[in-house]
Every structure is written in C-alpha cells, then in structure tokens.
C-alpha cells in the first residue's frame, strides 16, 4: 500500500462545475497538508496549505483535512478551463520539512 | 525575483554518459531538494540540503550525487545514467521553518517551491 493514495483521473468537468479531489494517506503523523497545481511541463505550484484538521477556503478553493479518516479533499467551486491542470496532494509529519510526500496526482480538465 | 531556476530544460543523454543538473534559487532558503517525477509515482525526493556545504540523501539516491557549495545553488550529478534515470526532474526549496504571522511563537513546516523541471532521457 502505498503511503498517499490518490485517484489519478483523468477528471473531465463542464464549466462552472465543483469538483471535489481527494487523497487518502496511512501515516497518522502526518500534521501538514499542501496540494500543489500542476500545469503541464511546468513544476508545481502551492495552492492550499494546512496545518491538522479543518477546512481552509481561499477564493473558489477549500481544503478540507478529516485526520481521524486520514482523509484530505480540495473543492474547485465554479471550475474554469484555467484550472485544467494535474492536482498533487502533499504531507509531511512535524519535523521541519524533509520528508514531504506526494500523491501521484490526479489530472482535471475543465471542459468549456 | 526569478524564485527557482532550473538549466537545462531538456537533455537527451546516452547511456554511460554524466551531466550535471543545476538549480539556482533567489529566496533565501536554506534548505534545497532534488526530486524525480515519473507517471504513477508522484514526485520522489532523490538528495536534499539542510544548508550551505550539506547534503542528506532521500528515498531514491542511488546513481545521484549532490552538492550545495552555495546557499542559493544546488547541484545534482548523474555520474553513469541509465535508462531508469530516464524522467523529470525537479528541484525545490523552501524556509526551514515559517513562523505563524499571530504569534512568532508557533512555527510551521515551510511548503516548497519548484523550479519548472528539467526533462532528461537516457537511450
């Protein structure tokens, strides 16, 4: 089993649609959850950042942490065609930064 | 403030052949990572760097080496490639702590930034 799982998509959505990406994890150390755009053949980007559990919104985006169901979901409202890109779901333990690890990814196209 | 540069972009190499992959960073952050990116597998840390003139090996370090003479340049070395070396790479950096804006007394892990990844093949 791997340590992050997460559905890899891809994920087709008409315009204006909400979607909801979700990742699953084993370690419940994990204290810190990033999710992370990625545009094609350009790095990731941060998007949301979380410290334990509880929702965080910013603008059309809302990252919501359930630590007890070691479970983590980010919601697009209104989705546009911009936000067509590969979503990756981060994690680290609170031990100041080595150990970050990723889902695979999972990739969205917003369809106009 | 380019934040994290990457050279080359791309690069085709045969097997047996070495090269030097560079990252340079203008934010001040002490510490640096090399990651590898291959379909399925989420991005794998190969070295990481705590500060100037340290190195630390991470998940997938075999064939790699690093080094980080400068705070702001970390380079990674592929002494022999191999056609498994063949992927995207890329390099990241971040603070080694953030401190919560409320209350300097609490601090966080600091999130990475990455550069836009160096694409290598290895026939």
């Known amino acids: 089993q791997k340590e992050v799982e997460q559905d890899p998509g891809p994920l087709s959505v008409p315009e204006g649609a909400i979607v909801s990406l979700n990742c699953t994890y084993s370690n419940s150390a994990f204290q810190y959850f990033m999710w992370y755009r990625q545009y094609s053949r350009k790095g990731p980007e941060l998007l949301m950042y979380?410290?334990?559990?509880g929702n965080k919104e910013d603008g059309r985006f809302t990252a919501q942490v359930d630590k007890s169901s070691k479970y983590i979901s980010l919601f697009i409202r209104d989705s546009q065609p911009s936000d067509s890109a590969t979503y990756l779901c981060a994690m680290t333990e609170d031990n100041y930064g080595q150990n970050f690890v990723f889902g695979p990814g999972t990739r969205l196209s917003v369809l106009p | 403030n380019a934040g994290v540069t990457q050279t080359p972009k791309f690069r085709v190499l045969k097997t047996g052949q070495s090269m030097t992959l560079l990252c340079a960073q203008d934010m001040n952050h002490e510490y640096m990572y090399w990651y590898r990116q291959d379909p399925g597998m989420g991005l794998r840390l190969i070295h990481y760097?705590?500060?100037?003139?340290?190195?630390a090996k991470g998940e997938v370090p075999d064939g790699y080496n690093v080094s980080r003479l400068k705070k702001q340049n970390f380079l990674l070395g592929l002494e022999s490639a191999a056609p498994s070396q063949t992927s995207v790479y890329f390099c990241?950096?971040?603070?080694?702590?953030?401190?919560?804006?409320?209350?300097?007394?609490?601090?966080?892990?600091?999130?990475?930034?990455f550069g836009n990844g160096t694409r290598l093949t290895v026939t």
């Open positions: 760097s705590v500060g100037e003139g340290t190195t």
């Open positions: 979380t410290y334990s559990s």
């Open positions: 990241a950096s971040s603070y080694s702590i953030i401190r919560d804006i409320w209350d300097p007394r609490i601090s966080y892990n600091s999130p990475l930034h």
